[in-house]
């Protein structure tokens, strides 16, 4: 489809840009995109790496020809932030599904916590959700997951560099991992439960970092937006001069 004619204080992103974006909690990966296509007009706009909507933090978002380097950018290392729920099982490892197979946890110690979390560092094999946007036979997994359908899953390499428990306060667990395109924070949530013997789901999830690219340099998408409205009144303002 041919671009439409965009305001020329937009042409850049038209061109190419790369964008850092808080992506707010509740949205979708996709909901994300489609607002920068709304606020620049452009309709050649994707992003590196999937955010889960309960899910927040960095979203790197390219446009025009920076599209050509997304595969480049899903490669690169991530940092995540957040905390998992000690004591029970969600059928989605997060908080899209109700808790339950609920469990005592007094007997945990911090050493017990601390331990557990050294069994995943390094390349290990993990099985990701049932719930996920990864997809066999044409159809997404968690399209069959909602529907009550059962589909085996293959255990995946990843490399998980760094887990570091930050603070306990259960039944929450506070952590910071750095890991590999392709892990599963759920699924680590999920598996540090198990080890435990209490069971375990991911209660909060921040994307912290991609590669080099930090949040502490993202833009919240009103910030985005903002921003380009500023860019347009610049531009009306010197043409109208």
């Known amino acids: 489809m041919k671009q439409k004619p965009i305001h020329p204080a937009l042409q850049e992103y038209l061109e190419g840009k790369v964008l850092l974006i808080n992506k707010p909690l509740h949205w979708t990966s996709f909901d994300v995109i489609r607002k920068v296509r709304i606020i620049t ?4 706009v994707g992003h590196a790496g999937t955010l889960d909507p309960l899910a927040s933090g960095l979203l790197i978002i390219c446009t025009g020809k920076f599209t050509k380097k997304i595969n480049e950018y899903m490669g690169m290392e991530k940092e995540y932030t957040g905390s998992i729920t000690l004591g029970g099982i969600t059928a989605s490892y997060d908080l899209e599904q109700i808790p339950e197979n609920i469990k005592d946890i007094s007997h945990l110690s911090e050493e017990d916590i601390l331990n557990a979390t050294k069994k995943f560092i390094g390349k290990i094999m993990q099985l990701p959700p049932a719930h996920s946007a990864i997809k066999k036979d044409g159809k ?3 399209e069959s997951a909602r529907k009550g359908e059962h589909v085996e899953l293959k255990p995946r390499a990843v490399t998980i560099y760094s887990f570091e428990i930050t603070k306990i306060n259960l039944p929450e ?3 910071k991992v750095v890991c590999s395109t392709g892990t599963y924070i759920r699924s680590l949530a999920n598996d540090l439960g198990k080890e435990l013997g209490v069971g375990g789901y991911l209660s909060s ?8 690219f930090s949040l502490a ?12 409205r500023s860019l347009k009144n610049e531009s009306e303002g010197q043409t109208n001069a």
Do not use: H
Not at 219 to 228: A, G, H, L
């Open 41 to 44: 007009k452009v309709s050649k």
């Open 140 to 142: 997404r997994l968690y």
């Open 173 to 175: 667990v506070y952590f």
């Open 205 to 212: 999830l921040c994307r912290t970092r991609i590669g080099e």
């Open 217 to 228: 340099n993202a833009m919240t998408v009103d910030d985005f937006y903002q921003k380009i």
